[in-house]
């Protein structure tokens, strides 16, 4: 992950133990207060949310734990790093595709991110203008050629 993605995990699991953890722990407080908690809904909701949050926390811990930090790539370094915008021409189809490198953890939300950790993403990191790269990819073996960095 990016020194960025870490940053914004960390300052998430500390809103969540300085703000969020503690006006839950209030609010059920107040709802065991109201008397029988079998039918207090705001109880039930407040612990849903205390296990929802919890569970969210020891994720993020764990992601912190285990994460390396890689290095953005420099604008106009012409080197494939992470957050690179990558122009290839896959060899075996004659076709375009532009990929974006994304951390581990970053969001893979469309064939155009594609994670660093991923077979094609461990594959083009590293790599410059002109140089032609073989990846195994579940449908076989494909060539790329970078054709443009950004």
């Given at each position: 992950?990016?020194?960025?993605?870490?940053?914004?995990?960390?300052?998430?699991?500390?809103?969540?133990?300085?703000?969020?953890?503690?006006a839950?722990?209030?609010?059920?407080?107040?709802?065991?207060?109201?008397?029988?908690?079998?039918?207090?809904?705001?109880?039930?909701?407040?612990?849903?949310?205390?296990?929802?949050?919890?569970?969210?926390?020891?994720?993020?811990?764990?992601l912190?734990?285990?994460?390396?930090?890689?290095?953005?790539?420099?604008?106009?370094?012409?080197?494939?790093?992470?957050?690179?915008?990558?122009?290839?021409?896959?060899?075996?189809?004659?076709?375009?595709?532009?990929?974006?490198?994304?951390?581990?953890?970053?969001?893979?939300?469309?064939?155009?991110?594609?994670s660093?950790?991923?077979?094609?993403?461990?594959?083009?990191?590293?790599?410059?203008?002109?140089?032609?790269?073989?990846v195994?990819?579940?449908?076989?073996k494909?060539?790329?050629?970078?054709?443009n960095?950004?």
């Open positions: 992950m990016t020194a960025s993605e870490r940053r914004k995990l960390e300052e998430e699991l500390t809103q969540l133990r300085s703000v969020e953890m503690p839950l722990a209030e609010r059920i407080r107040e709802a065991r207060d109201l008397g029988d908690l079998s039918e207090n809904f705001d109880y039930q909701d407040s612990k849903r949310q205390q296990g929802f949050i919890s569970g969210r926390m020891k994720d993020i811990e764990a912190l734990d285990r994460a390396t930090v890689i290095a953005e790539a420099v604008a106009g370094s012409g080197v494939v790093g992470l957050g690179s915008v990558v122009t290839v021409r896959d060899l075996d189809y004659d076709e375009e595709l532009i990929f974006t490198l994304v951390g581990s953890s970053g969001n893979v939300t469309s064939s155009e991110h594609i660093v950790s991923s077979p094609v993403g461990v594959a083009l990191m590293g790599s410059k203008i002109g140089d032609k790269i073989a195994a990819t579940p449908g076989g494909t060539t790329f050629e970078i054709l960095v950004q």
